[in-house]
C-alpha cells in the first residue's frame, strides 16, 4: 500500500485491520500472550525499518493511502474493527 501497489487493483477488502498504530482490542485480555507480544514486536519493527518512530505514524499514512485510493474510485469494502479503527486513524490526523 505504502508503495501504491494499491492502484494496482480493482477493491480492497479490509476484516479485522487496525489503523491506529494502538494495537486494538486485544490489549486488554492478551498484552501478555506471547503471540501478542510477538505481533507486537513486528509491527514495530516493521514501522522502524520504513522509517516511523511510531507503528501510529506508518498505520496513517497506510490510512490515507487508502483515502486516497478511494477518492481516486478504488472500491473498499471494510467490516469489524476495520471500519472504526480507519475513521479513528483519519480524524486522529
Not at 501478542?36 to 496513517?60: F, N, P, W
Request: hydrophobic share 45%; glycine share 6%; proline share 1%.
Amino acid at each position: 500500500v505504502l508503495n501504491d501497489a494499491l492502484l494496482l487493483f480493482d477493491w480492497l477488502h479490509l476484516h479485522h485491520e487496525d489503523f491506529t498504530g494502538q494495537y486494538g482490542k486485544f490489549y486488554r485480555s492478551y498484552r501478555t500472550a506471547p503471540w501478542y507480544i510477538e505481533d507486537k514486536k513486528q509491527a514495530e519493527a516493521l514501522a522502524s525499518r520504513l522509517g516511523y518512530d511510531k507503528v501510529a505514524e506508518e498505520k496513517l499514512d497506510v490510512a490515507l493511502k487508502i483515502r486516497d485510493y478511494v477518492v481516486g474510485g478504488g472500491f473498499m469494502f471494510a467490516m469489524c474493527s476495520a471500519t472504526d479503527s480507519f475513521d479513528i486513524a483519519l480524524s486522529a490526523e
